[in-house]
Each structure stands twice: as C-alpha cells, then as structure tokens.
C-alpha cells in the first residue's frame, strides 16, 4: 500500500490514500475577495462510484464552528462541473436549495483531472485483509509519581532539557505511557517527551514512531510535535502545524494495541484557508483500525 501524500494544484489540495480513495478540496483564501455570500471549500471525491458530479460537496467556511456540508444536486453538480472544467472562472458561486450562495474556487480543475489519471495508472491499489483491530483502551494515572529523566533522555525537548511530567496512563499489565512537558514548550508546534515504562524494573524506552522528533535512542526517540493521547478511545493523535493559523499541516492518529502504537490514519492540507482538521486530505487509513464513527 503507497502513501502518496498531498501535492498543491493551483488552490487545491489533491491526495489519495493508499485504499486508492483521490480527493481534491480548493477554496477561495480568506479576505481574497469581496462577496454577497458564504465563502465556501469545494470537495471532490474522484472515485465516487456514481460519477465525479455525485462526490462534489460543498463545505461552508468563515464561521466559528463547522457547519454541515452541502451536497449538490445532480443537475448543480453537473453545472459546477462544466464551469470547473471551462476553467475561465476565478471563482464561482452554487445556490443551495435554501437559497444560500457559496463562493468555491474555479480554477485548476483540468490538471486535477490529468493528475488524478496520472496517479490511476502509476499506483496499483493493493489491498490486504486483516482481522479487525479495536484500539486498547488505557486508564490514566492519579498522583503519579514518574521517574525523573536524565539529561540524555530529555534532549529531544531542545536546547532546555528541563523537563516535567505531564501525564501518566496504564497501558496494560506491564506497561505504563508517560508524557514529559518540555520547560520551552512553545505554543506553535510544541514538542513533548513520550516514553513507555516498562512496570517490570521501571526502565523508559522512547516511544519510537516514526514521525518522533531527536536523537535516536534505544531504537527510537521521544519527542512528539503537538501530541495528545485520548485514552477512552485508545488514540495517539500528533498535531504538526504549518502556519500559527493552524488550519495546515498534517494530523496523524496511533492507534493503541496490544503489540504497541499503529498507524491508523494521516490526513494533510497545504494550503492555509481556514478548513478544520476533519476535511484536510486524507493520505492514509489503516483499512484493519477500527477507529471512531465521529473521527
């Protein structure tokens, strides 16, 4: 299965997962132009089973909280579609049946077509069936009292290696998962310390994914960008941004099982105009993770 990442098409973002699942989702940037409407992010869904029109989606944008999507009749679809590929519009506008306009991007949309051919016949999906897979759940510590870390241990934090214990979580029998705060925790992309114990003899191993940040330390490092751990769903979710704005970047999510921390999922946005983490691009899903309805 091939990760493909998300490349830039003009003013969308275009990606597909490695279950062969391509999507592209443009925008008009914020305060670009001024409009009678709603500013809005078009998603296509290039393998909508029932034709490209049926996998254009409307999502409204500029408001504080994400609002529902609006999914586009056949006949507007089509509309859309013609002027997408006209490609004369800076923009263009979808009345919704409430009589709502949305202001999407329209540019660009034949070398998302010619890209999304491209990557159709340079990367065969190749899908394996596994058992499913529930994440573990954990229960967190109270009143921890967690080993202190020595100065090789807390050098992923940077150029302070103060470090304190954050929180503390019981794996299992045999393990226990602790988060130091780095002292120079930055609010932009902070980084912090991820280390299982193992109960046994209270020996510290770096967690050691792939994405951990510093140096290589028994077989991995510690230091995760942005990270958080729900323990109710098992869930490991790193958070790396590009811009302060924190509407880019790229958000992937561990799933906790019994053989350790696995991939669930990854999604990305390049382009920084004000779309919640829930409709980034997604570049890949561990097709066996049985991950939540709402995630």
């Known amino acids: ?10 003013p969308w973002d275009m990606g597909c997962d490695n279950l062969g699942r391509c999507v592209a989702i443009g925008a008009v940037p914020p305060r670009k132009v001024q409009m009678d409407g709603i500013r809005g992010a078009l998603r296509i869904e290039f393998d909508s089973p029932d ?18 999507d609006v999914k586009l009749s056949g006949e507007m679809a089509q ?101 130091y705060r780095c002292a120079n925790e930055a609010k932009f992309n ?34 995760l960008v942005g990270a958080r751990f729900v323990p109710e769903e098992g869930l490991l979710v790193t958070r790396k941004l590009s811009a302060p704005s924190g509407d880019c970047g790229a958000v992937i999510t561990y799933a906790l099982t019994p053989s350790g921390f696995l991939l669930a999922q990854k999604s990305e946005a390049r382009h920084c105009v004000g779309l919640f983490s829930g409709d980034w691009v997604r570049t890949y899903l561990n097709p066996s993770v049985m991950l939540p309805d709402y995630w």
């Open 51 to 68: 034709g490209m029109a049926a996998g254009l989606t409307v999502i409204p944008m500029d408001f504080e909280q994400r609002l529902p």
């Open 190 to 223: 902070p980084v912090s310390l991820w280390y299982i114990q193992d109960k046994r003899d209270g020996t510290l191993s770096p967690i050691g994914l792939a994405e951990a940040v510093g140096e290589l330390q028994d077989g991995g490092a510690a230091g």
């Open 79 to 179: 509309m859309v579609l013609i002027k997408l590929r006209a490609g004369e519009d800076f923009l263009i506008w979808v009345n919704d049946i409430d009589g709502s306009r949305f202001y999407v991007p329209g540019q660009g949309f034949g070398l998302l077509e010619q890209t999304y051919a491209q990557w159709q016949s340079r990367y065969p999906v190749r899908v394996v069936q596994q058992e499913p897979i529930m994440p573990s759940r954990a229960v967190r510590l109270a009143n921890f009292r967690a080993p202190l870390l020595t100065d090789r241990q807390a050098t992923d934090c940077g150029s302070s290696i103060d470090s304190r214990i954050e929180a503390a979580w019981e794996l299992n029998g045999q393990t226990r998962l602790l988060q």
């Open 1 to 10: 299965m091939i990760e493909r990442g998300v490349a830039q098409i003009g």
